[in-house]
């Protein structure tokens, strides 16, 4: 049995305490995730997800800081690893595409009512927000 690995990058799309997620709808059940993707041969991480948002939103984005990584085995033959990005909008009119059935803007108080991913769950559910938006606010006036 050949194993795989891939490597994969998320964004965290923050707006007035709530952040972008995105869901499929499996047997009636929404999944949520959030939007990213995995990474082409000769793409930086940057890249991926810039490339990534685009397709599934049509959103411009600038990935800002890594908030955290993650580790998915979804087989005993196939791991995912990755970061998550806080990441600014650029344009704010969302277009989903065919990938995910639809998106919503989540409280950050929500995160643990409805993400149902236990990788990606367990690593929101350690996150101190208020950090995370403060951080990011303080790196993106010094970039500015």
Known sequence: MKKQMFFSVKALIIKNDT?????????????????????EFGETAEETLKREIKE??????????????????PSDDCQITGIIYYSELITNQIKISEEHDGYDWIGFEQAGAFFTKDFLLNQIQLWDWNSIRNDSVRFIKSVD
């Open 56 to 73: 599934e939103l049509n959103l411009e984005i600038r990935p800002v800081k890594v908030i955290d990584t993650w580790n998915y085995m």
């Open 19 to 39: 952040f972008l997620a995105v869901y499929n709808l499996v047997a009636g059940i929404k999944i949520w995730d959030l939007p990213g993707g995995r990474m």
